[in-house]
């Protein structure tokens, strides 16, 4: 018996193998998805919600979902996007994110993710809440004004780097990453080399002193918008 | 106790931020102390504590949208310290020579062409609803579109070193992050020689201004000063880099190529409860005698000579002026401010045909300190950039004094001298009130970087009484 399953996603018919997330079928299709805590490398999480579609009228998180055959599903839709964004909003109110000055600028997924989503300026007061900053590591720096809390640093620490770094501590408003140290982030046994460091999709956690090396017009989502990379598949397989 | 009544200009127009004047007289209508008050307020020595060293040199340019570069520039200078960074590499030292040069053409063309040429173009009495830029384009389309084109130029010059034309990132600690591709070097090359013919023509227009009228300007605003500026090693002129050179208003030398790690040896800042910008001097010579000029005026005088071919031979002229003296005319800023743009074009010209803008060699890096110094001419005048980081490179201490700062007692001194010849014994008009911001535009102040800030400049006077009763009020 194969393993093969069709569904439909925005009335395009894609075929998918029986296990996959739809997030996993969409990408192999050259179908983005916008994301924010997924990662290709990572577990599925479903903790950001950004990436939630319509399956067969109901909401559901693309990451977390797997196919079914003949499922429908809705996600390139204006109430779904506006969502989206309205996500994207409040991750910008809840931290400290200055872009124009941020050494991620260029290369940060949340900020990608606004200019895709066509985010003009969030409907949301700002909070203005105060987070500290983690310079105590000689070659990471850790600025809490810009988390999303993605979990992406406490998953890769985890499932990639056989750590476990990093860990959410309080609830609600106050919730936060924290280190595995009683310290601060020096005593811990994070390395610059550790997945979760490279994983970070905004400015949060970063390699000290590599800031603003790639200049303005070359940094990462300067001239490529952010899921085009998986958009080109679709040109290669229809291709095919 | 005689009458006394109170002329406020609030706030000055066509300079960059916000300031007011505050002019007292006397029962019999004499003027007794004329005062320019900023009353913006900056934070940004407070805002980037606790920040990551690298961060500074693209955070604290956004204090202005004017001269950016500089602070960029300066911040990064100071980093250089920080990182080890003591000779950069060829193509990172000419990047950002490039990106500089790019700021003062542009910066010195939106100030002449846009802010000043209304007073110059119509005369200080003219009509406000003609003595204006939109005045300009209307009667001389061809000289404010050469202020436009000029500007342009400038910005495009910085896009390509900084990555965009306003707040880019170009220059990093030791280095540069990219370097002038063929293409780009190719565009600007072609415009080049169009831009230098502009800048002759500024040049032309400033200096005739300054001779013909030089009866009336000669005393308009005037006085000996001190003047302060960077100087390059064998005496020339030189907006990048340097020591600090201080002369008296007879050309005696009051420091020579003091080592810019050493400022704070030298220059002190002074608070008054009147204005939320301080007033530097130098320390030997203490606050009541230390004050200096800085800016294009003070540049020229210092400079021993200019190491562009037509920016010098201007440089003499405007120096025979005054017999090869110190020029003390106030309004002379606009003149010497036109040797600078022609000087800038020249080097703009130069490096654009230096191929070490193609190298690849972009970053160094030695040993790691704990405290730097980021000196640079601003368009406005020498800048100071002092900043200290800890162990877990965080920044613990800054410390900006701008260039506006400097001629903070000298733009009170060319108020008061306005004020007093011109407002004292006689009905105030818009045209003499007119004539006591034309003093302060002579040293293209920015009020919003000054104190740091955002914002434009209309003007409003204000006559008020001894008792703070409201005699006259005047709009712009």
């Known amino acids: ?240 | 106790m005689g009458e006394t009544s109170k002329i406020i200009i609030e706030p000055v127009t066509r300079v960059e931020g916000h300031g007011k004047v505050s002019i007292l007289l006397d029962e019999n209508g004499q003027v007794t102390r004329a005062r320019l008050h900023i009353v913006e307020f900056r934070g940004f020595e407070r805002f980037i504590q606790g920040r990551p060293y690298w961060e500074v040199p693209v955070t604290v340019q956004r204090l202005c949208g004017i001269c950016p570069v500089s602070h960029h520039l300066a911040a990064a200078k100071a980093m250089d310290v920080i990182v080890g960074a003591d000779k950069l590499t060829p193509t990172a030292e000419k990047m950002r020579r490039l990106m500089h040069y790019g700021q003062i053409y542009q910066s010195h063309a939106l100030h002449f062409f846009h802010l000043v040429s209304p007073d110059l173009l119509f005369g200080f009495d003219a009509d406000p609803a003609v003595r204006n830029i939109i005045g300009v384009i209307k009667k001389y389309p061809e000289l404010a579109v050469q202020g436009v084109m000029m500007r342009k130029y400038g910005q495009e010059i910085i896009k390509v070193t900084a990555g965009k034309k306003i707040h880019g990132t170009g220059a990093i600690p030791g280095g540069i992050n990219k370097n002038l591709s063929i293409a780009e070097r190719d565009s600007l090359l072609k415009d080049i020689d169009q831009q230098i013919e502009w800048s002759r023509g500024a040049l032309k227009i400033a200096k005739d201004y300054t001779v013909e009228h030089l009866d009336e300007l000669s005393d308009f605003g005037s006085f000996n000063s001190n003047h302060l500026s960077l100087i390059r090693a064998d005496g020339a002129m030189d907006l990048y880099d340097g020591g600090l050179r201080a002369i008296d208003a007879e050309g005696n030398r009051i420091f020579d190529h003091v080592d810019s790690q050493d400022y704070i040896d030298y220059i002190a800042e002074e608070v008054k409860d009147w204005s939320y910008m301080k007033f530097p001097f130098m320390k030997q010579l203490g606050t009541d005698k230390g004050w200096y000029r800085v800016g294009p005026l003070a540049r020229v005088n210092t400079a021993d000579f200019i190491d562009t071919p037509e920016a010098e031979e201007a440089r003499v002229e405007f120096m025979a002026l005054t017999g090869g003296k110190p020029n003390n005319i106030t309004m002379a800023y606009h003149w010497a401010r036109m040797i600078e743009v022609l000087h800038s074009a020249e080097k703009i010209r130069d490096l654009l045909n230096d191929t070490d803008l193609q190298g690849d060699d972009l970053v160094v890096k030695g040993e790691r300190r704990s405290e730097g110094v980021g000196l640079i001419e601003a368009p406005r005048g020498t800048l100071f950039h002092h900043y200290r980081v800890n162990e877990d490179d965080q920044v613990t201490m800054a410390n900006l004094i701008v260039s506006t700062t400097s001629n903070n007692v000298p733009m009170n001194l060319a108020v008061e001298k306005v004020a007093k010849k011109y407002l004292s014994g006689t009905e105030v008009t818009e045209g003499l009130l007119n004539r006591v911001e034309v003093a302060i535009r002579a040293y293209d102040p920015c009020l919003s970087c000054a104190t740091h800030a955002l914002g434009k400049m209309p003007l409003t006077v204000t006559v008020v009484d001894h008792n703070g009763q409201v005699i006259n009020r005047r709009s712009t």
Do not use: W
Not at chain 1, 154 to 181: C, M, P, T, W
Not at chain 1, 189 to 210: F, H, M, Q, W, Y
């Open chain 1, 1 to 240: 018996m194969s393993d093969k399953i069709k569904f439909t996603m925005d009335g395009v018919e894609i075929e998918a193998t029986q296990g996959q997330t739809i997030m996993q079928a969409a990408d192999e299709a050259g179908m983005y998805i916008p994301r924010l805590c997924a990662h290709k490398d990572l577990l599925p999480f479903g903790s950001c919600r950004v990436c939630t579609v319509m399956v067969n009228d109901r909401p559901q998180t693309a990451c977390t979902q797997p196919v079914s055959p003949g499922m429908s599903v809705e996600s390139e839709t204006e109430e779904l996007n506006d969502i989206r964004r309205s996500i994207v909003e409040m991750l910008f109110v809840e931290g400290n994110h200055y872009c124009p000055f941020c050494e991620k600028s260029g290369n940060c997924e949340l900020q990608a993710l606004g200019y895709r989503l066509g985010m003009l300026a969030p409907r949301y007061p700002y909070m203005f809440n105060k987070h500290d900053v983690d310079a105590s590591h000689p070659d990471i720096y850790i600025d809490h004004n810009r988390c999303i809390l993605c979990a992406r640093c406490v998953r890769s620490s985890k499932e990639l780097d056989g750590k476990n770094v990093f860990q959410f501590v309080g609830r609600g408003i106050h919730k936060r990453v924290a280190f595995n140290s009683d310290t601060d982030l020096s005593g811990t046994d994070v390395s610059v080399t550790d997945k979760a460091i490279e994983n970070c999709p905004v400015g949060a956690i970063l390699k000290k002193r590599s800031a603003y090396a790639v200049p303005i017009g070359k940094r990462k989502y300067d001239s490529q918008p952010l899921g085009s990379d998986i958009e080109s598949r679709k040109a290669a397989v229809k291709q095919g």
